[in-house]
């Protein structure tokens, strides 16, 4: 996310950084820079042109010039004008009034609002809502029966929409049906188009009449930059959209579509997709997406993760077994499987402020597929094998190779590492509790 941009913009602070003073040259010339590399982003020309003039006027003044750290308080006011031009801060849904309550989900085909939809229901569903699907594109082979496949596995009632009907009509039904179901939020997955066309705003806003939703989400794709832009620009023409979920912004090296749609369309990006899980949809919040444009991580969006994931009374069983120095493959495969839940280890890592700067991180990508074989070994060995990786010897070694589809060399390393670790977690223990840092508490 952001890389190409990040890259950027960390080369021209870093030369500004280096000078003990700035004068109004080097800002100059740093503006510039920053202006090429947004532009390279495909950050929309007007919204740059904007943005460089507000950082300009900061920059040029006793702000920064006057300042004993004049590098740092250049890139401060950069990320100031960031979060003003994404939006400032979170904008949550707007759900009051009678429920159930209605959010439409509209954008052009492929963009990804049925998935959007069913990872919306999973989000409100673990915040206490409960959220019924109502799949009201009857146009797209097989939209219906997606629906009703991802409700299932997040266990989220979907309407059973007959596909004859009118979008506008299963929307009136679903609604009447959403009572028996004991649901408070309707979520409704509307058709797309491949391009814009009359015949699709007029369906579109014919549901809006009948429907009268709290918040109209346009689902846009990250990936097409100022396409993106041009598509929010036009539905908020039209239906005078409530804000914007982006997708695919895993896959968005650039960033555009992100810094654009808010000053083009004047209405905030309320979500964003960072991947295919189901889970892989965040609240955008303008000041942590700053943060990891400039390099400088996210430590808190980790955190809310790790306290979502992580289960405190195993954290704490865990925390005395390290403190013992008692910790055993089968402790070690459960921490595998929580980190897992948290996202790629490249997703992990670039939210660590600075890790994605370093250049060997770069070089040397995470590789999940280490991670799956070190899980396959594990999951191979008996429970007594885990218990006590002492006992593990070469007969054994080889059944646990055969059965992990791995070889002998893969599983003496793992064993090997985690005797290593073994042996300095017992150093650690031996100097007290202190010595061993809290990290499960």
Request: hydrophobic share 40%; with cysteine.
């Given at each position: 996310?952001?890389e190409a941009?990040?890259?950027k913009?960390?080369?021209?602070?870093?030369?500004?950084?280096?000078?003990?003073?700035?004068?109004?040259?080097n800002?100059?010339?740093?503006?510039?820079q920053v202006?090429i590399?947004?532009?390279?982003?495909d950050?929309?020309?007007k919204?740059?042109k904007?943005?460089?003039?507000?950082i300009r006027?900061?920059?040029?003044?006793?702000?920064?010039?006057e300042?004993?750290?004049?590098?740092?308080?250049?890139?401060?006011i950069v990320?100031?004008e960031l979060v003003?031009l994404?939006?400032?801060?979170?904008?949550?849904l707007?759900?009051?009034?009678?429920?159930?309550?209605?959010v439409?989900l509209?954008?052009?085909?492929?963009?990804?609002k049925t998935t959007t939809?069913a990872?919306l229901?999973a989000?409100?569903k673990?915040?206490?809502r409960?959220p019924y699907l109502?799949?009201a594109?009857?146009?797209?082979?097989?939209?219906?029966?997606?629906?009703?496949?991802?409700?299932?596995?997040?266990?989220?009632?979907?309407?059973?929409?007959?596909?004859?009907h009118?979008p506008?009509d299963?929307c009136i039904?679903?609604?009447?049906?959403a009572g028996?179901?004991?649901?408070?939020?309707l979520?409704?997955?509307?058709a797309?188009?491949?391009?814009?066309?009359?015949?699709?705003m007029e369906e579109l806003?014919?549901i809006?009449?009948?429907?009268?939703p709290?918040?109209?989400?346009?689902?846009?794709d990250?990936?097409?930059g100022?396409d993106a832009v041009?598509?929010?620009?036009?539905?908020?023409?039209v239906?005078?959209?409530s804000?914007v979920?982006?997708?695919?912004?895993?896959?968005d090296?650039?960033?555009?579509a992100?810094?654009s749609?808010?000053?083009?369309?004047?209405?905030?990006i309320k979500?964003?997709?960072?991947g295919?899980k189901?889970?892989?949809?965040?609240?955008?919040?303008p000041?942590?997406?700053?943060?990891?444009?400039?390099?400088?991580?996210?430590?808190?969006?980790?955190i809310?993760?790790?306290?979502?994931e992580?289960d405190?009374?195993?954290?704490?069983?865990?925390?005395k077994?390290?403190?013992?120095?008692?910790?055993d493959?089968?402790?070690?495969?459960?921490q595998?499987r929580?980190?897992k839940?948290l996202?790629?280890?490249e997703?992990?890592?670039?939210?660590?402020p600075?890790m994605?700067?370093?250049?060997?991180?770069?070089?040397?990508?995470?590789?999940?597929k280490?991670l799956?074989k070190?899980?396959?070994?594990?999951?191979?060995?008996?429970?007594?094998?885990?218990r006590?990786?002492?006992?593990i010897?070469?007969?054994?070694r080889?059944r646990?190779?055969?059965?992990?589809?791995?070889?002998?060399?893969?599983v003496?390393r793992?064993?090997?590492?985690?005797a290593q670790?073994?042996?300095?977690?017992?150093?650690?223990?031996?100097?007290?509790p202190r010595s061993?840092?809290?990290?499960?508490?």
């Amino acid at each position: 996310m952001f890389e190409a941009l990040t890259d950027k913009l960390n080369a021209t602070f870093k030369r500004l950084t280096g000078r003990g003073k700035l004068t109004d040259a080097n800002i100059q010339d740093a503006l510039k820079q920053v202006r090429i590399a947004l532009l390279e982003a495909d950050v929309n020309y007007k919204v740059v042109k904007g943005l460089i003039e507000d950082i300009r006027t900061r920059a040029i003044g006793q702000e920064v010039l006057e300042s004993l750290t004049p590098g740092q308080q250049f890139i401060k006011i950069v990320n100031d004008e960031l979060v003003r031009l994404m939006g400032g801060e979170m904008a949550p849904l707007n759900l009051v009034g009678r429920t159930p309550h209605c959010v439409m989900l509209v954008g052009l085909q492929g963009s990804g609002k049925t998935t959007t939809a069913a990872k919306l229901a999973a989000l409100m569903k673990k915040k206490g809502r409960h959220p019924y699907l109502v799949p009201a594109d009857v146009y797209r082979p097989a939209a219906i029966e997606q629906l009703k496949k991802l409700g299932q596995q997040i266990s989220v009632p979907v309407h059973d929409a007959d596909s004859s009907h009118k979008p506008e009509d299963i929307c009136i039904e679903a609604r009447m049906a959403a009572g028996g179901q004991g649901s408070d939020l309707l979520i409704i997955d509307t058709a797309g188009r491949l391009h814009i066309d009359e015949a699709l705003m007029e369906e579109l806003v014919r549901i809006k009449d009948k429907m009268l939703p709290q918040e109209i989400l346009l689902v846009a794709d990250a990936m097409t930059g100022q396409d993106a832009v041009n598509v929010a620009k036009r539905f908020n023409e039209v239906l005078d959209i409530s804000g914007v979920v982006l997708t695919k912004m895993e896959g968005d090296a650039r960033g555009g579509a992100a810094l654009s749609i808010r000053a083009v369309t004047n209405k905030p990006i309320k979500f964003i997709g960072v991947g295919e899980k189901i889970d892989a949809l965040e609240p955008f919040f303008p000041e942590r997406m700053a943060s990891r444009i400039l390099g400088m991580g996210d430590v808190l969006t980790l955190i809310e993760k790790a306290q979502e994931e992580f289960d405190q009374k195993e954290a704490e069983k865990l925390e005395k077994k390290l403190r013992k120095a008692e910790f055993d493959f089968e402790d070690f495969l459960g921490q595998l499987r929580q980190i897992k839940k948290l996202g790629s280890l490249e997703q992990i890592l670039g939210m660590l402020p600075g890790m994605g700067q370093m250049k060997k991180l770069k070089q040397m990508k995470p590789d999940e597929k280490e991670l799956k074989k070190v899980e396959a070994i594990i999951n191979s060995m008996t429970r007594e094998e885990r218990r006590n990786y002492k006992i593990i010897n070469g007969s054994r070694r080889r059944r646990i190779a055969r059965g992990s589809g791995t070889s002998v060399q893969d599983v003496n390393r793992l064993i090997k590492n985690f005797a290593q670790m073994k042996k300095m977690m017992e150093r650690f223990s031996k100097k007290g509790p202190r010595s061993l840092p809290s990290f499960f508490s």
